[in-house]
């Protein structure tokens, strides 16, 4: 850990085909509270839409020089919406860790 370092230049080319749905499945794979996965992820080309998400970061240029930005989102709607699909209505998704919240 302490030699970790940070990269933030960028070549400025795609990734190789299959690389974005290979980083998915090693994420998928990394255990999480209670194994939920409560994540999505967005993969951003677009430069419109960098540049948007780097205005909300106090213009981070590295954003807008990566090829490809993935935004990872907290996202306890897949969860509702599996758990609904099996006749479950996910309450106790209103009482995970930090996201704890008065029930709806």
């Given amino acids: 850990m302490l030699d970790h ?4 230049n960028y070549l400025p080319r795609s990734l190789p085909e299959g690389t974005v749905e290979l980083l998915a499945a090693a994420a998928q794979s ?5 194994n939920l996965q409560a994540w999505s992820v967005v993969a951003v080309e677009d430069p419109e839409r960098k540049a948007r998400l780097a205005g909300f970061t106090g213009g981070n240029a590295h954003i807008l020089a990566a090829p490809l930005f993935l935004v990872w989102l907290v996202d306890l709607k897949r969860l509702r919406d599996i758990a609904r699909d099996n006749g479950n209505h996910g309450e106790g998704l209103n009482y995970l860790e930090s996201f704890s919240r008065i029930p709806r």
């Fill in 5 to 8: 370092r940070t990269s933030r």
């Fill in 30 to 34: 990394a255990p999480s509270s209670s």
